[in-house]
């Protein structure tokens, strides 16, 4: 999928997707609130550099484990 036709809630959904893998568990209801008032707040563009990062970081993270 490309990122330019990501709609918010599969965003939200796919960052939230990778804090669960970091992480390791479910996220609490707490915070799938915290990520999904994040998420709203960014654009198509801000959205998809932010999933890359995120990407990014728990790849790095894997590698070191």
Do not use: C, Y
Not at 20 to 49: C, H, M, Y
Request: proline share 3%; no cysteine.
């Amino acid at each position: 999928m490309r990122h330019e036709s990501m709609n918010p809630k599969n965003a939200r959904d796919e960052i939230k997707e990778i804090f669960v893998d970091g992480l390791q568990r479910d996220l609490s209801p707490e915070e799938e609130t915290l990520i999904s008032g994040w998420t709203q707040t960014f654009n198509k563009s801000e959205r998809a550099t932010i999933i890359n990062m995120l990407k990014e970081l728990l790849n790095k993270h894997k590698r070191h484990d």
